[in-house]
C-alpha cells in the first residue's frame, strides 16, 4: 500500500525541501508515480501544469523566497472544487466534459501557498453520499482493503494520502465527507468551523452546512496546512483547567455502534467523563436542512434529466424533494437551540470525544448490516458539527476486524489548536 510518501510527515518534506535534499519536481515525480489506477482516487492528473509549477516553486525556493511549508508540496484536490483548465466533473455525467475557466477561492489560496495542484481526486456524486462508491467514474477503492468502500464524499482524496501518493488532500465535509474517509482509510481530517476556508467555486451540496477541510496523515500535518491556509489557530477563549493535561475533555456517549469500535476509541480517553446529547435530535435537524437545500440545487436537473443521476442520488433527491417548507423552518430554529445547549457543554469542557464512526468499512456495493443502511450510519456520529458549524477533527484510533477506526475531537470556534494538542497526545 505504500506509495512515495507513506510515513513521511509535510514537516519532513519541508525540511528536504529547504535543506536541498528534494525538489518539487521530483516530489511531483514521486506523486505521479505511486499513482495506483486500480484504486480509483484520482479522476484526472495534470502532469504538465503541476510540473509547471513544481519548476516555478524550485525556482522561488532557490533564490529565496519562501511562501511557506506548503511550498513545492504536492496537493491533491476534490473534484467538486474548481481547478482553473480541468474538468470539474462531481462523479456525475451530468458534467460530462466540463472544464472550470478559473480556481476555487480555497485552490488560490493552495497556489498563494505555494502547492503544486496534482490533479482532481473521485468524489461520491455531487458529494450527495457517504460511502463513495456511488459515481459515474465508478468507486474508490479503500487501500486497506479493496473490496471495501473508503468513505465519502471525499474518497479519492481520502485514499490519496491513506495510499502515500500525495502528503495531503483538500476535500469538503457537508456531514462528515472528510472525516468519514479519514477514519474508514487510517488517516487525519480536518474539518474547520463553518467558513473558516471560503467555499467560492465549491459545487454546492448543502450551503447551510458545507466545509472545506484538509486530509492528512497525521493531525500535526492538518494542523501544518490549516495555519498555512488561514493562519494560526486561536488559543481556547475560555481558561483551560490545569489539572487535566490537555484540557478538559469528555466522552460523548455514542447509541447505535459496533460494540468493538467504541471500546477502541474509548481506551483512548480513559479518564474523561461520559456525557450524552441529543444525537437523533441534531441528526433529524441535520436531514431536514440537508434534504432541502441539496434539492434545491438540483431541483432543475431531476425535472430534466434525471436518467444522467446514479441511481442512489436520485433516488436520494427524490425523497428529499418531500421535505416540507415548515419543516425546514423549524429545523432552522431547532438548530439554534442545539447550538445553545453545546455552548453550555463547551464551558464545562473544552474538546468533546467521541468515535469517528460507528462502524468499520464494509464492503463496496453493500447497503446495509447491523447497525441498519450505511447511509445514515457513516454520518450520525460527524453530522452534528456540521449542524453546529464547530470544528471537528478525525485522527487514527487503531484498527478494529484489522480496518481503521477513527477518534473524533470537537471544541469550539477559535480554539482548533486545542484539537491538535489532544490529539498529539493520544497513543492508539
Not at 510515513?7 to 514521486?30: F, H, N, Q, W
Not at 525556482?59 to 529565496?64: D, N, Q, S, T
Request: charged letters at 20%; aromatic letters at 6%.
Amino acid at each position: 500500500m505504500g506509495g512515495f510518501f507513506t510515513g513521511r510527515t509535510l514537516a519532513d518534506v519541508a525540511r528536504g525541501l529547504r535543506s536541498g535534499d528534494e525538489s518539487p519536481a521530483g516530489l511531483l515525480a514521486g506523486a505521479l508515480e505511486s499513482v495506483d489506477p486500480d484504486l480509483n482516487a484520482f479522476v484526472t492528473l495534470d502532469p504538465e501544469g503541476a510540473g509547471e509549477a513544481a519548476r516555478r516553486a524550485g525556482e522561488e525556493l532557490a533564490a529565496g523566497y519562501d511562501r511557506g511549508p506548503l511550498h513545492g508540496v504536492p496537493v491533491a484536490v476534490k473534484d467538486i472544487i474548481d481547478v482553473a483548465g480541468l474538468p470539474t466533473g462531481m462523479g456525475s455525467a451530468h458534467f460530462n466534459g466540463y472544464v472550470a475557466e478559473a480556481d476555487a477561492l480555497c485552490v488560490t489560496m493552495l497556489r498563494d501557498a505555494g502547492a503544486v495542484i496534482v490533479g482532481k481526486t473521485g468524489t461520491h456524486e455531487f458529494a450527495y453520499g457517504g460511502t463513495g462508491d456511488v459515481s459515474v467514474n465508478g468507486p474508490v477503492r479503500n487501500p486497506h482493503d479493496r473490496e471495501r468502500m473508503p468513505g465519502g464524499s471525499s474518497s479519492g482524496s481520502g485514499v490519496a494520502v491513506a495510499a502515500g501518493m500525495v502528503p495531503l488532500a483538500i476535500g469538503t465535509d457537508t456531514g462528515g465527507s472528510v472525516r468519514i474517509p479519514a477514519a474508514f482509510c487510517g488517516i487525519a481530517g480536518f474539518k474547520p468551523p463553518y467558513g473558516a476556508i471560503p467555499t467560492d467555486g465549491v459545487f454546492p451540496l448543502s450551503v447551510s452546512f458545507d466545509h472545506v477541510g484538509v486530509m492528512a496523515a497525521s493531525a500535526a500535518d492538518c494542523a501544518l496546512a490549516y495555519r498555512a491556509l488561514t493562519g494560526p489557530a486561536e488559543a481556547a477563549p475560555s481558561p483551560v483547567d490545569e489539572s487535566a493535561p490537555h484540557g478538559r475533555v469528555a466522552w460523548i456517549e455514542p447509541l447505535e455502534i459496533d460494540p468493538d469500535v467504541e471500546r477502541a476509541v474509548r481506551a483512548l480517553f480513559p479518564d474523561a467523563p461520559a456525557e450524552r446529547i441529543d444525537l437523533p435530535g441534531i441528526r433529524t435537524v441535520f436531514r431536514a436542512i440537508q434534504d432541502a437545500e441539496a434539492y434545491d440545487v438540483h431541483a432543475e436537473r431531476v425535472a430534466e434529466a434525471p436518467g444522467l443521476f446514479q441511481p442512489p442520488t436520485l433516488e436520494r433527491l427524490e425523497r428529499a424533494s418531500r421535505t416540507p417548507g415548515w419543516r425546514y423552518l423549524r429545523a432552522l430554529r431547532e438548530r439554534e437551540r442545539f447550538a445553545a445547549e453545546i455552548a453550555g457543554l463547551l464551558d464545562r469542557y473544552d474538546v468533546l470525544a467521541m468515535p469517528t464512526l460507528p462502524i468499520t468499512a464494509p464492503k463496496i456495493g453493500e447497503t446495509a448490516g447491523p447497525l441498519g443502511p450505511h447511509v445514515p450510519t457513516v454520518v450520525s456520529l460527524t453530522c452534528p458539527w456540521n449542524v453546529l458549524g464547530l470544528p471537528a477533527l478525525s485522527v487514527p484510533a487503531g484498527t478494529v476486524h484489522g480496518l481503521p477506526v477513527g477518534a473524533q475531537l470537537v471544541t469550539r470556534r477559535g480554539a482548533e489548536s486545542l484539537l491538535f494538542d489532544t490529539a498529539e497526545h493520544l497513543a492508539p
